[in-house]
T-cell receptor, first 112, second 110 residues
Framework: KAGVTQTPRYLIKTRGQQVTLSCSPISGHRSVSWYQQTPGQGLQFLFEYFSETQRNKGNFPGRFSGRQFSNSRSEMNVSTLELGDSALYLC???????????FGPGTRLTVT | DAKTTQPPSMDCAEGRAANLPCNHSTISGNEYVYWYRQIHSQGPQYIIHGLKNNETNEMASLIITEDRKSSTLILPHATLRDTAVYYCIVRATGDDKIIFGKGTRLHILP
């Protein structure tokens, strides 16, 4: 099976812009989670989607949003980008039954 | 907040067993212990998980103490490719959120 894929892998944006990141889960996985990783804060949970419904949300401002499509692919959006949003954004998918999460390679976002 | 405590870094000689400890003294009865690792600039990789019995797979072994308040991840024959940050996580069945702590940075020495 192909692993979790994320696009784009690298992105440079300017403060105030918005960005959309995409994640394709492993075939058959219906749950997709998003995480932000920075050197200072480490890995932090953003949100999880299952069958197109957001099931859980971390402590991030409303500028961070996401959605999941009927084919389980997911997108996350960050509006009004700030310098502090520069990070590695990771997507993970899992089958409901086994609960192991499989991570993608991440999207490295740089905000200038 | 993460419910686990790990040493910030450890060294291990190549070819030797790497034993990574994790304390989770407040673990609940329905919480599993999971281990992931992250090699530089890659996404975390699932290694192993367990509830109360010791577990072994092709990557590692997981030893959980009888009171479940601590565990040890064992990489039996460490190689340079095992250099990574190792995260120990506790998580309940049905709990969708993974809370990562700081992890242990494992250095494999040639």
């Amino acid at each position: 099976k192909a692993g979790v894929t994320q696009t784009p892998r690298y992105l440079i944006k300017t403060r105030g812009q918005q960005v959309t990141l995409s994640c394709s889960p492993i075939s058959g996985h219906r749950s997709v989670s998003w995480y932000q990783q920075t050197p200072g804060q480490g890995l932090q949970f953003l949100f999880e989607y299952f069958s197109e419904t957001q099931r859980n949300k971390g402590n991030f401002p409303g500028r961070f949003s996401g959605r999941q499509f009927s084919n389980s692919r997911s997108e996350m959006n960050v509006s009004t980008l700030e310098l502090g949003d520069s990070a590695l954004y990771l997507c993970a998918s899992r089958e409901k039954v086994t609960y192991e999460q499989y991570f993608g390679p991440g999207t490295r976002l740089t905000v200038t | 907040d993460a419910k686990t405590t790990q040493p910030p870094s450890m060294d291990c000689a190549e070819g030797r067993a790497a034993n990574l400890p994790c304390n989770h003294s407040t673990i609940s009865g329905n919480e599993y212990v999971y281990w992931y690792r992250q090699i530089h600039s890659q996404g975390p990789q699932y290694i192993i998980h367990g509830l109360k019995n010791n577990e072994t797979n092709e990557m590692a072994s997981l030893i959980i103490t009888e009171d479940r308040k601590s565990s040890t991840l064992i990489l039996p024959h460490a190689t340079l490719r095992d250099t990574a940050v190792y995260y120990c996580i506790v998580r309940a069945t049905g709990d969708d959120k993974i809370i990562f702590g700081k992890g242990t940075r494992l250095h494999i020495l040639p």
